[in-house]
């Protein structure tokens, strides 16, 4: 289940107002990709692209948390019974469906850690899952940027970018370009102006 193209743009704004940053905005930028690549590709629902696009980080509602944003919004998302929206949450931060690459601090209890490890086993990983997962490696603050640019963000950021998770990144770009028959940046790229 998720919520409306309304009430998820409600959700977002009232988590903004929890806890300010640019990563309201990096959904919206996440939002507007999927959205875009969705309809370009003819068999994704738009809609429900955008929706999860725009919630993939609700869980920094919470607080500043690295991986506790991942358990967070998993959790937030489940107790509105948005169980779409809740895979999603999870999911955007694992291409391989294990915490092992995760960029970032381990900053969870064994309980959230728990959760998060034990429910990507026993989820299977479809268009969606892979969509946002893209969107979020091509979505900045300030618009849409340069996977690669993005990429080395991070990396500057963070000190590190597994080599597995940029392959894995390009991978998904070529597949959805090769889906859609464009560019992506051509479909995302010039065409994004905040709100």
């Avoid at 009430?7 to 988590?15: D, N």
């Avoid at 990096?26 to 929706?51: F, Q, W």
């Avoid at 999603?88 to 850690?113: K, M, P, R, V, W």
């Avoid at 618009?143 to 390009?170: S, T």
């Amino acid at each position: 289940m998720l919520p409306t193209r309304e009430k998820a743009e409600e959700l977002l704004s009232e988590a903004e107002a929890c806890n300010p940053g640019p990563w309201g905005n990096h959904s919206r930028v996440a939002a507007h990709c999927a959205e875009r690549i969705a309809r370009e590709c003819g068999d994704l629902d738009s809609g429900k692209a955008y929706i999860v696009g725009l919630l993939h980080d609700i869980g920094r509602k919470f607080g500043v948390r690295h991986l506790g944003h991942v358990s967070d919004g998993y959790s937030y998302m489940m107790s509105l019974g948005y169980d779409e929206a809740a895979k999603i949450c999870l999911t955007h931060s694992f291409d391989d469906q294990t915490t092992d690459a995760y960029i970032g601090n381990f900053d969870t209890t064994e309980e959230e850690l728990r959760l998060i490890q034990d429910t990507l086993k026993t989820i299977v990983l479809d268009e969606y899952d892979r969509l946002i997962q893209l969107c979020d490696s091509i979505a900045g603050a300030e618009g849409v940027l340069d996977i690669e640019e993005r990429m080395n963000d991070v990396k500057r950021r963070y000190g590190f970018y597994p080599q597995k998770k940029w392959d894995n990144n390009l991978r998904l770009k070529k597949y959805f370009e090769e889906k859609m028959g464009k560019d992506i940046y051509a479909v995302t790229g010039a065409s994004f102006s905040r709100k």
